[in-house]
């Protein structure tokens, strides 16, 4: 059995910095990925980040310059740095664990980025 569990979200000032994490328990391969999502309200939910064990990762362009995805392989922990956050940012933040057994989705967790 595998969990996720993600961690971080709140209330933040625009252009402060919030780091989420996603950790993943259980039965995990050696080869897996984690994927970051966003859903912010009234819009459909879009990947923000994806990483794989190795540490290979990728980032959506509008928020490269912003957000930074890494991850701790022993931990089994991936990690979403955001920096410079502005009110389009909210929204409610999820992550999953892909590997060949499937894929694992952790709660969401509530990101608001408001004055």
Do not use: H
Request: with cysteine; hydrophobic share 35%.
């Amino acid at each position: 059995q595998v969990e996720v569990v993600l961690s971080g979200g709140g209330l933040v000032q625009p252009g402060g910095s919030l780091r989420l994490s996603c950790a993943a328990s259980g039965s995990i391969d050696s080869i897996y990925a984690m994927g970051w999502y966003r859903q912010a309200p009234g819009k459909q939910r879009e990947m923000v980040a994806l990483i794989d064990n190795n540490g290979l990762n990728s980032v959506q362009d509008a928020v490269q310059d912003r957000f930074t995805v890494s991850i701790d392989n022993v931990k089994k922990t991936a990690y979403l740095q955001m920096n410079d956050l502005k009110p389009e940012d909210t929204a409610v933040y999820s992550c999953d664990l892909v590997q060949t057994s499937g894929t694992t989705w952790g709660q969401g967790t509530k990101v608001t980025v408001s004055s």
